[in-house]
């Protein structure tokens, strides 16, 4: 048998078993999606929305992409942030990286990953140098590493909190709140690192006053 094939016979199994506990599972979730989160996670494999918070489908609204950024040209990312937070209403954005992040680690090497890659980690490179002396301060490579996946984290919540989508929920519904958490691979715990209660004043800069 195929890898594959392997996932479409769990699906079956899956299916079969999740039909005979709650017989009305798939006929309820077919006809209504009311989750309360946006989740905006790290691509990787080992970090899986629902697995690690023991939510079930329907309950976690969830996109990813490498080392969870948000970045404010990514069409994709501000798709479902429109569609989670003006037609979902979602109460939390959480954005959640991990500790030994393949992409967080690339970013810190000058190795050229060749043009899409160099073109997404720049972003992380730029989390860097706006914490570079507290960065440059962690000699462990380890303990550099996450530090600045924490910063990362802390840095596309303010991201998040940039786009007029949130501000204009902030401003008309006082919601989301907002969250930047981080998942420990060795332990399967995720830590809270900052969060970002809706209305919160950000740089002027960034703050529309026209919305
Ligand atoms: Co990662």
Redo the contacts with the bound molecule.
Sequence with gaps: MQTYEKLLLENKAWAAEVQQEDPDFFKRLSQIQTPDFLWIG?S?SRVPADKITGTQPGEIFVHRN??NLVINTDVNLLSVLDYAVNHLKVKHVIVC??YG????KASISNHDFKYVLNMWLRNIKDVYRIHREELDAIKDEELKTDRLVELNVMEQVFNLAKTSIIQRAWKNEQRPDLHGWVYGLKDGLIKPVYEMKAGTHIDPLYEYDDL
């Design positions: 790290c990787d490498v080392a990286g991990h992040c393949g992409g967080v």
